[in-house]
């Protein structure tokens, strides 16, 4: 790999909660970061579905559990406690057989000792989810009852593919993504993005490739965002957040080899200037 630089390119970033790391991990690598949140994390107003969960999950109701994100699970537990026992919960998740996204909830579930069941390999998707899952499926009943702990939006494709394989699947929703409260950055950035004044976009998930979108559209400037980022390297972080761009009709530049932050980071500090030249770009 080349020597990892921006060496002096405009690098826009839709990250919210690690805004500042990522702000100077491009700094460091050489680049002028342009950081504006897309997004913030609220708690449901109600959380019907978590205490409902809580409640049957006590009550033996469910063959499976499945937990999408570390996050998640925390908040989850979080919305429980107050109204069950936290000794009941865990006792009876790990009485179940609870699947894993991810290394993040495999994480909580150890601290909580509750034991996996079976956890997707990289690069964490839902296809690696159902492959592991199928390969125990087994050890199931017949048409289990399986509960599904979600981040912000649905994840159809694995809902699909559970009921797909005969499962009676409960969405449990803790918290949701919104638009952040002050739109004025976001709606900038959408304008800078479709002017043309970025050299590398930077994404970490595809809520931020939505949000930055439904701005767009809502300014009329959606098709020439479009445009603009076409000119610019597109990097995405993973799979997921690969497919919400390509769903956008953006041609995806750079994937990361792993899906973390500062792999993102690094790589496109690596190739962004080829890739640049290649779009028959020289920026300055």
């Known amino acids: 790999m080349a020597k990892a630089s921006f060496d002096g390119l405009r690098v826009l970033s839709l990250e919210?909660?690690?805004a500042s790391e990522i702000a100077t991990l491009i700094s460091t690598f050489g680049g002028r970061p342009t950081v504006v949140p897309a997004l913030r994390e609220v708690p449901r107003s109600s959380n019907l579905e978590a205490l409902a969960f809580g409640a049957a999950l006590i009550n033996g109701d469910f063959d499976a559990v499945v937990f999408l994100t570390g996050v998640g699970a925390r908040a989850l537990l979080d919305v429980i406690a107050p109204e069950q026992s936290r000794e009941a919960f865990l006792a009876a998740l790990a009485r179940t057989k609870v699947a894993a996204r991810g290394p993040k909830p495999v994480a909580v579930l150890r601290e909580w000792r509750v034991p996996v069941w079976v956890t997707a390999p990289e690069p964490n998707t839902s296809r690696e989810l159902l492959a592991a899952i199928d390969a125990r499926i087994h050890e199931l009943p017949p048409d289990p009852r399986v509960a599904v702990q979600e981040y912000g939006v649905s994840n159809q494709e694995l809902l699909d593919g559970l009921r797909v394989r005969g499962a009676g699947v409960t969405r449990v929703p803790v918290y949701q993504w919104a638009l952040p409260e002050d739109?004025?950055?976001?709606?900038q950035a959408a304008t800078a993005a479709a002017n043309g004044e970025f050299d590398v976009a930077l994404f970490t998930?595809?809520?931020?490739?939505?949000h930055l979108f439904d701005v767009a559209a809502s300014m009329g400037i959606d098709a020439k965002l479009s445009a603009g980022l076409a000119r610019a390297v597109i990097a995405s972080i993973g799979p997921?957040?690969?497919?919400?761009?390509?769903?956008?009709g953006l041609q995806l530049d750079l994937e990361a080899s792993h899906p973390k932050m500062g792999v993102?980071?690094?790589?496109a500090a690596a190739q962004a200037r080829d890739l640049l030249r290649r779009k028959g770009r020289f920026p300055q």
């Open 16 to 18: 919210s909660r690690r």
């Open 183 to 187: 739109l004025a950055p976001l709606k």
């Open 205 to 210: 998930t595809g809520v931020q490739v939505m």
């Open 240 to 248: 997921t957040t690969s497919e919400e761009l390509r769903r956008r």
């Open 264 to 267: 993102l980071v690094t790589e």
